[in-house]
Each structure stands twice: as structure tokens, then as C-alpha cells.
């Protein structure tokens, strides 16, 4: 059986649109229902005249941030694989601490006596 070479820009695997597949998707619904449950409660105990709005500018823009964080760009790496990846890199690396003895010379000008 033969491998099948595909390229770069076919994805295989299902998406929603290019970029942000299933597991991206279920992140962002994560995310945006614990704001929208928080949002939902704030509409209900809220007397401000303006809480549907601020309610609902909340749960969209969790949902626009989200996306803009979670999809895979040309890379193949999203925002927040980014950052993970940068994490755990420093979290890997040695720290080293190093002992400086610090000793300062002076160098006097010479005199020329005439």
C-alpha cells in the first residue's frame, strides 16, 4: 500500500473553517459558556439599565477572542500552542547561578613634571 503524500494547505481532519477544527471548537464553548452562565446571572441580579447589552458584549467577545486565540495559522500553531510551547520550554531549561566577584580598578592619570 502506497502512502499518499498530501499537501500542506488539505486539511484532514474536519474544520470548521481553515484553522479551527473540532478541538478548538470545543475549547471555545468551554469558555463561552462559563461566560455566558456568569453573564446570564448578571442579567438576573443586575439593576443597570444597560445590563442586556453588557451581557451579551461579554459572551461575543469571549467568543471573537477565543477564536482569534485558538485557530492554527499558517504554521500549524495557534496563539495558544504558542504560549504552551514557550511555557514549557522555560519551565524545561537549567538554571544556572553563577558567584561574581567584582573588584574595580583604578587607573590614576600621570603627572608630568616639568
Keep these: 500500500m502506497k502512502k499518499l503524500t498530501v499537501p500542506e494547505n488539505i486539511a484532514l481532519h474536519w474544520e470548521l473553517f481553515r484553522g479551527f477544527g473540532m478541538p478548538e471548537l470545543i475549547r471555545t464553548a468551554i ?4 461566560v455566558l452562565f456568569g453573564s446570564i446571572l448578571f442579567y438576573i441580579f443586575s439593576t443597570w439599565a444597560f445590563r442586556l447589552a453588557a451581557a451579551m458584549l461579554a459572551v461575543l467577545l469571549t467568543m471573537f477572542i477565543c477564536v482569534n486565540v485558538f485557530v ?7 496563539i495558544y500552542n504558542f504560549l504552551k510551547r ?5 519551565r524545561e531549561q537549567q538554571t544556572f547561578y553563577y558567584k561574581r566577584e567584582e573588584r574595580i580598578h583604578y587607573a590614576a592619570q600621570e603627572r608630568k613634571d616639568k
Excluded: A, L, P, V
Aim: net charge positive.
Design 31 to 34: 469558555i463561552t459558556g462559563i
Design 86 to 90: 514557550g511555557r514549557r520550554y522555560r
Design 72 to 78: 492554527r495559522m499558517d504554521n500549524n500553531q495557534s
